[in-house]
Nanobody
Framework: QVQLQESGGGLVQTGGSLRLSCVVSGRTFSRSYMAWFRQAPGKDREFVAS?????????YATSSVKSRFTISRDSARNTLYLQINNLKPEDTGVYYCAAKETPYDTSSTYYTANAFDHWGQGTQVTVSS
């Protein structure tokens, strides 16, 4: 059974930084396209960033996200990361990592939640103003 476990969330002030981690159990990580989503209170889950199974093709939701967020992965540690700098109150929400098994594909980009096969439980990020 594939398990994804996020960590690294917390309460930070506006302008602060966090690095979120997502550890993936088993052999799924090396053949999976990975992504971060977030869900703000009262809102739908939304795409944040994604990366293909070999660490390329990084995609971000908006120009604001792209300028402050960096998605990366470490195959030796089976871990996905999201570095967030210059945090803003609108970044508040639960951040989820997601995996889509793509053993033969490195060129496609996926943005919608229903495209992903496995999900973590989420880690809370709260940004105070």
């Amino acid at each position: 059974q594939v398990q994804l476990q996020e960590s690294g969330g917390g309460l930070v002030q506006t302008g602060g930084s966090l690095r979120l981690s997502c550890v993936v159990s088993g052999r799924t990580f090396s053949r999976s396209y990975m992504a971060w989503f977030r869900q703000a209170p009262g809102k739908d889950r939304e795409f944040v960033a994604s990366i293909n199974k070999i660490g390329g093709n990084a995609a971000y939701a908006t120009s604001s996200v792209k300028s402050r967020f960096t998605i990366s992965r470490d195959s030796a540690r089976n871990t996905l990361y999201l570095q967030i700098n210059n945090l803003k109150p609108e970044d508040t929400g639960v951040y989820y990592c997601a995996a889509k098994e793509t053993p033969y594909d490195t060129s496609s980009t996926y943005y919608t939640a229903n495209a992903f096969d496995h999900w973590g439980q989420g880690t809370q990020v709260t940004v105070s103003s």
